[in-house]
């Protein structure tokens, strides 16, 4: 469940709800900046945890005060249902 490739409608209709997230190709990813480096770390330990629970993970990329989180289920081959789900959860632990 969640790992069946999405169609182009359905990405861009779930990416309405995620304003601030791109789109390239078959990955879809957003970054933030925090006041300290170990306030983007706390961040990150959130994800985690989230990821975890939904056996989903993003990749990270930590530099400085600026975290990039990027989604895409490598075995369906492209965006499914688990990213977009995934982008939310991350998009309500950002507190944006």
Partial sequence: MGRTKLSEDEIAAGL????????????ISRRWTFSAFADGIRFVDRVAVAADAA???PD???RWTTVTM??????AGGLTRKD????????RL???
């Avoid at 309405?16 to 990955?27: C, I, S, T």
């Avoid at 990027?70 to 075995?75: A, D, F, I």
């Avoid at 977009?84 to 998009?91: G, N, Q, R, S």
């Fill in 70 to 75: 990027r989604l895409s289920t490598h075995s």
């Fill in 16 to 27: 309405k709800a995620l304003p601030e997230w791109e789109r390239a190709g078959d990955v």
């Fill in 55 to 57: 056996d989903h993970h």
């Fill in 84 to 91: 977009l789900e995934l982008a939310a959860a991350i998009e």
């Fill in 60 to 62: 990270i990329d930590v």
């Fill in 94 to 96: 950002s507190g944006a």
